[in-house]
């Protein structure tokens, strides 16, 4: 059964700071039972599931690597009507998607929860590899605590 609120990480994982999403969820994961009407569920690049996945919800956070011309390490909390998607779709998998645009679907669909956030993080490095840069992964901390307010609200 879904609970009212879902926390959704967004991203690649295998191209260093674009996994900030996942990596998020991950630890929030590890201390779930602090946050008992919250799911948490790192969808990664899963496209049109996000879809899904918000769909019958209260609320649903997401946290996504964004690129918003802010010092790397950033994080700033928007709604879909606060920013515009200048987002250019390569067309290539399907796996590749525009929050915005899920999130529009879903209203059309009726199935949009009454509340999403999207905690957008600026990155420092986005390429080939698994690790986070060291800017970002000395602010997970900082992160984590922004988002828990998010989620017990």
């Given at each position: 059964m879904k609970k009212n609120v879902v926390a959704v990480g967004l991203g690649n994982p295998l191209m260093g700071d674009e996994g900030i999403g996942g990596l998020i969820i991950s630890r929030f994961q590890a201390q779930a039972d602090k946050y008992p009407s919250v799911d948490f569920i790192d969808a990664g690049t899963g496209?049109?599931?996000?879809?899904?996945?918000?769909?019958?919800?209260?609320?649903?956070?997401?946290?996504?690597?964004?690129?918003?011309?802010?010092?790397?390490?950033?994080?700033?909390?928007?709604?879909p009507a606060d920013v515009k998607s200048v987002k250019k779709l390569q067309h290539q998998s399907l796996h590749?998607?525009?929050?915005?645009?899920?999130?529009?679907?879903?209203?059309?669909l009726g199935q949009l929860p009454q509340q999403v956030v999207i905690l957008g993080i600026e990155?420092?490095?986005?390429?080939?590899?698994?690790?986070?840069?060291?800017?970002l992964s000395s602010k997970v901390d900082d992160y984590i605590a922004t988002i828990a307010k998010e989620l017990v609200q």
């Amino acid at each position: 059964m879904k609970k009212n609120v879902v926390a959704v990480g967004l991203g690649n994982p295998l191209m260093g700071d674009e996994g900030i999403g996942g990596l998020i969820i991950s630890r929030f994961q590890a201390q779930a039972d602090k946050y008992p009407s919250v799911d948490f569920i790192d969808a990664g690049t899963g496209g049109m599931s996000l879809l899904h996945i918000i769909a019958g919800r209260k609320k649903a956070v997401l946290i996504d690597c964004a690129c918003m011309e802010t010092e790397p390490g950033t994080i700033k909390r928007f709604t879909p009507a606060d920013v515009k998607s200048v987002k250019k779709l390569q067309h290539q998998s399907l796996h590749e998607a525009d929050v915005l645009k899920i999130t529009e679907l879903a209203r059309r669909l009726g199935q949009l929860p009454q509340q999403v956030v999207i905690l957008g993080i600026e990155p420092e490095k986005i390429e080939p590899g698994q690790k986070l840069s060291d800017t970002l992964s000395s602010k997970v901390d900082d992160y984590i605590a922004t988002i828990a307010k998010e989620l017990v609200q």
